[in-house]
């Protein structure tokens, strides 16, 4: 059974009510980038957790991204990752980004043993595959955040799982929120196939997609760790 990492003791200014935050991308510096995606969750999250939340990253681990040179520490046990009607295995390895925060990285040799990161025939089911094991190893772990924070079109099922699918798991303590960025439903082609996937794992087609706001006390931290006006 995997153990829960140590909360940080690195914060700057202790929040009256903190929040633990679990942040869901598919790349983030300085791990894989693509894009400036990337750079927004490798940074945000240590500077969430210098405020004194509990935030926590989980991406896949890409074939490029060697355990030995960024100091992955793997964790025991295995995660069951239901797909449809089968079930996959994945494995879960973490080490910390600044401000010791941690990430968490879903490993899959049939999914992620690759050294790219998108264009593949079968991203559709990779991402729905990192999305699940994800979700499947915090719980496992024993953890569970108030606020699942997700990114990009790799993750946007999450928020419809939480209402349709996944309702009945307690994935999130009780009047928890999951927030997307970004805030404008932005679905590239490789979504499309997403939703088309499986209606029997999705619940999308005859469900609407159902985002909860964001809390107040999530996106006045957010705006002050980046320094916007109030």
Same mark, same amino acid.
């Given at each position: 059974?995997?153990?829960e ?8 200014e ?5 929040l633990?935050i ?9 791990f ?19 405020l ?5 990253v ?7 991204i ?5 100091g =992955?520490?793997?964790l025991? $046990?295995?995660v069951?990752?239901?797909?449809d009607?089968? &079930?996959?295995? %994945?494995? #879960? ?18 999914y992620?043993?690759?050294?790219g990161?998108y ?10 595959f ?8 915090v ?6 955040p ?24 307690? =994935?999130?303590?009780?009047? $928890?929120?999951?927030v997307?960025?970004?805030?404008a439903? &932005?679905?590239? %082609?490789? #979504? ?8 029997a ?16 006390r999530?996106w ?10 109030t």
């Open positions: 059974m995997p153990q990492i140590p909360p940080s003791d690195t914060a700057v202790a929040t009256p009510q903190p633990k679990l942040l869901l991308a598919a790349e983030v510096v300085p894989a980038k693509t894009g400036g995606l990337a750079d927004v969750t490798g940074s945000l999250p240590p500077a969430i957790r210098a004194g939340h509990d935030i926590r989980a991406m896949p681990r890409y074939g490029r060697r355990p030995a040179r960024f =992955l520490q793997r025991p $046990g295995r069951a990752v239901p797909l009607h089968r &079930r996959e295995t %994945a494995e #879960l390895m973490y080490t910390t980004l600044a401000n010791q925060t941690p990430i968490y990285f879903i490993e899959s040799a049939r992620f043993d690759r050294e990161i264009m593949y025939p079968d991203d559709a089911e990779r991402f729905i990192f999305c699940r094991g994800a979700l499947e190893g719980r496992q772990l024993g953890w569970q108030d606020v699942i924070h997700c990114h990009d079109w790799q993750t946007a099922l999450v928020p419809n799982w939480l209402k349709t699918l996944l309702c009945a798991r307690s =994935l999130l303590l009780p009047d $928890g929120q999951c997307y960025h970004p805030l439903w &932005r679905f590239g %082609a490789s #979504l499309a196939d997403v939703c088309s996937r499986s209606p794992l999705l619940s999308m087609n005859s469900q609407p997609v159902r985002m909860a706001p964001a809390m107040d999530w006045t931290s957010w705006r002050v760790a980046l320094h916007m006006p």
